[in-house]
């Protein structure tokens, strides 16, 4: 039975992936002073993060379940069964409002088959899930076999974050004025992570920007699970060169099938701000 893969913008796929690897992503919604946008080209991902450096409002919404049902409804009229790979439930209420959808549509088609995952993943790397996904099934699984798949190392995939100023997370309320202000005088930079439920988390603090890569690099090299079968995605708030210091310096340490580097989405840039690195992989459990 054919079947469609969904994502959203969470994702952090691009237009460009999405029809190379012939998936359907839904865009949530991203405000700069309260106008709304939905998709992102190079050119309004500079725009999200020269407002963020003024300090504009910038601000995210989830995905209605509206609109989930407007989209699988085109499938399921021609027959085909859906997997939708959600922005992760811990950061978003995307995922909650996916399976309000899925619930009505199953009623509405009881032959059909809608399987919603929770990647509990952000970015690229409910990304690279979802390019795994595309190759399972590419390679002839079953619908169910790409579900099982994901399910099965979906917490296996690591992000580990860093931002350049920690201004954005505490106007998104993620930490303390105190804890930003020390942060600020001291030029503490944090690595943070996400967690088995979700949620971005922190793992340590570093004094320093090149430390802090440096450090990350570190972690990589200890955790990665064979880089030789794998690729690598690197997400970054506007700072190009520090992405592309990064990709080489990984580059020296190990082979893998490639690493690939792209702007980080506003639905996560935006509470995280300008200089954000993120770098997702697979390892044998999730740090």
């Known amino acids: 039975m054919a079947y469609k893969i969904f994502s959203d913008t969470g994702s952090n796929y ?7 690897k012939n998936v359907t992503i839904i865009p949530l919604s991203f405000f700069i002073n309260g106008k709304e946008y939905k998709n992102s080209n190079k050119q309004i991902m500079e725009e999200v993060y020269a407002a963020l450096r003024r300090k504009e409002n910038v601000t995210t919404g989830s995905i209605n379940t509206f609109t989930f049902e407007e989209a699988f409804t085109k499938e399921l009229e021609k027959g085909n069964d859906i997997i939708y790979l959600a922005f992760s439930s811990g950061l978003s209420g995307t995922y909650q409002n996916a399976m309000v959808a899925k619930k009505n549509l199953e009623e509405k088609y009881p032959d059909r088959k809608i399987i919603v995952i929770d990647s509990l993943s952000a970015t690229l790397g409910q990304g690279l899930l979802l390019t795994y996904a595309c190759e399972f099934r590419d390679s002839g699984e079953s619908l169910e076999d790409v579900a099982s ?5 979906k917490l ?16 998104g309320g993620r930490i303390t004025k105190a804890t930003y202000l020390v942060a600020r005088f001291a030029a503490i930079k944090p690595i943070m992570h996400v967690d088995d439920e979700g949620h971005l988390q922190a793992l340590g603090k570093v004094i320093g920007r090149k430390a802090t890569l440096k450090k990350m690099i570190e972690m990589i090299v200890e955790t990665i699970d064979e880089p030789e079968k794998q690729y690598i995605y690197i997400a970054h708030g506007d700072c190009q060169d520090d992405a592309m210091w990064f990709k080489n310096e990984l580059e020296k340490r190990f082979k893998s099938k490639g690493i690939f580097v792209d702007y980080l989405t506003p639905v996560i840039g935006a509470h995280s701000g300008p200089g954000t690195m993120a770098i997702f ?3 044998k459990h999730r740090i």
């Open 156 to 171: 296996r995939m690591s992000h580990l974050f860093t931002v350049d100023e920690m201004f954005y997370l505490y106007r």
């Open 14 to 20: 691009t237009d460009e992936m999405a029809k190379e």
């Open 281 to 283: 992989y697979l390892s």
């Open 149 to 153: 798949f994901i399910e099965a190392n």
